[in-house]
Every structure is written in C-alpha cells, then in structure tokens.
C-alpha cells in the first residue's frame, strides 16, 4: 500500500462523497470504529489499489487490507485526490494550498497524493 490512504464516504466509487485521506495505515486503521465495516464506503491507497475496512476486535478500530486480486485503479484514486484538493481550495483558496485549478486537471497521482498529504489526518 502506499500512502495517503483514502477513504470515500460512498456507496459509489464514481461518486465521491466526504473524502478521509490519512498519512499513514496505522493512523487509518486507528481512526474508524468497527461499525464503519458495515457502512457505505470506497477505500483505496494512492495507486489506485482498493482496500478493505474489517473490524478488529484486538484493538477496537479497524484492520485495512488490500481487497485481494483487483487490479490498481489509478483514476479512481486520482479522482478521489481531485475531489478532496478541489474541496482543500474551497475551504483555504488556491493562493494558500499554492496550486491552481488548471493544476489539479492536470497533476499526476503522486503529484496531488503529495499535496494530499499536507492536510492528511496524523
């Protein structure tokens, strides 16, 4: 897996609803409470690579695996990114996240995964 792991609050995955993104699996993994196994949801690394949420009675949060014999999406993961920068301009503007729009149209998966990352949960 690579980081930021993605989360998409979504039944959908073409659909991107609240969007997680977290440096780490460790700290992803901490974050959800076993309850969120049973939810909408779409989670994905980086690349594209879709991801399993299971509950982890050990810990009390969530074990997340990569779903098994799925081949990397890597434009689901940027549309994903894209939405959640999109929603980073929104909420900082463009000048204090120091890209533009036309940018985020054309930014490669690690480029935006990147910037993901300085706004990531820890």
């Known amino acids: 897996m690579k980081e ?5 609050e979504s039944p959908s995955p073409l659909d991107p609803g609240c969007i997680y993104i977290f440096t780490s699996l460790p700290i992803a ?3 959800f409470e076993p309850w969120y196994v049973d939810e909408s949801y779409y989670a994905c690394d980086s690349e594209g690579v879709r991801l399993r ?9 969530v074990t997340i695996v990569e779903w098994g014999d799925e081949v990397a999406n890597p434009r689901l993961s940027a549309s994903f ?3 959640y920068i999109g929603s980073l301009s929104q909420k900082h503007g463009w000048e204090k996240i120091g890209k533009s729009e036309e940018w985020l149209h054309t930014a490669t998966n690690a480029a935006m995964a990147e910037l993901a990352l300085e706004y990531a949960t820890e």
């Open 53 to 61: 949420l299971l509950p982890n009675e050990d810990t009390g949060g």
């Open 4 to 8: 930021p792991i993605i989360v998409n």
């Open 29 to 31: 993994e901490r974050y």
């Open 81 to 83: 990114l894209r939405a």
